[in-house]
């Protein structure tokens, strides 16, 4: 996953979203920052919310995400980099992946951020093995009707796919 980026621009990014992230501590945030760049300029920039906003989903790079969607007034963020100071999370990812952003480029790992108490490698492992390393059950429940939510989606002709 990881790849080695010796650009100076991306780095330059990079040190600014160490920055970010650095800083973000004495602001009672999580140790965690993110920008996004897109053609060379910082569209919007994220740090850690979560304990602040009282918001488990706020992380850095879902934060700068959502202030990046806002200042382009676009729910997809195609031609974008997402730029963190740490390896994406697994919700980060998939928000990434949601975003459509071109790229990744994170600097301290999953195993840094275990090394500093957070779950984002624990997560991971979840997910690679739910059936053991899950901590919380996920369970079906069966409905004859499940895919009327879908039903109607697939019959509205004006929808906006994403
Ligand atoms: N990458 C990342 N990992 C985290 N783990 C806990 N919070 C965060 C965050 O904001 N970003």
Known sequence: MSVDVAVGTEQDWMARAIELATSNVDNDGGPFGALIVRDGEIIATGTNKVTADLDPTAHAEVTAIRNACR????????????????????MCLAAALWARVDRVLFAADRDDAADAGFDDRAFYDAFEDPETKCPTPVLRVRMPNRNAAFDAWRGKADRVDY
């Open 71 to 90: 200042a382009l007034d676009s729910f997809k963020l195609a031609g974008c980099v997402l730029v963190t100071s740490c390896e994406p999370c697994p």
